[in-house]
């Protein structure tokens, strides 16, 4: 059985629109804290944009595990 993790940061854009970053295959033992700094450089540098201007607020983060098996 194969299994794959991605890392889910929420952020809200300056027009209040949700906005979700997937990062594939984060490290083991991520926190909360880690993703709140990335959130964070994300944020604070202007470095991503949503549907009405730069994403702008950290709006928490979630790890989803995949299970494939095949068949």
Known sequence: MKSTKTLRI????EGGNPY???ILN????????DAKNVGDIITN??????KQGFV????GASI???SEKEL
């Open 10 to 13: 929420d952020f809200v854009d």
């Open 20 to 22: 979700n970053l997937a």
């Open 26 to 33: 984060p490290k083991e033992e991520v926190t909360k804290e």
């Open 45 to 50: 540098n202007n470095l991503i944009n949503g």
């Open 56 to 59: 702008k607020t950290f709006n």
């Open 64 to 66: 989803i595990t995949r």
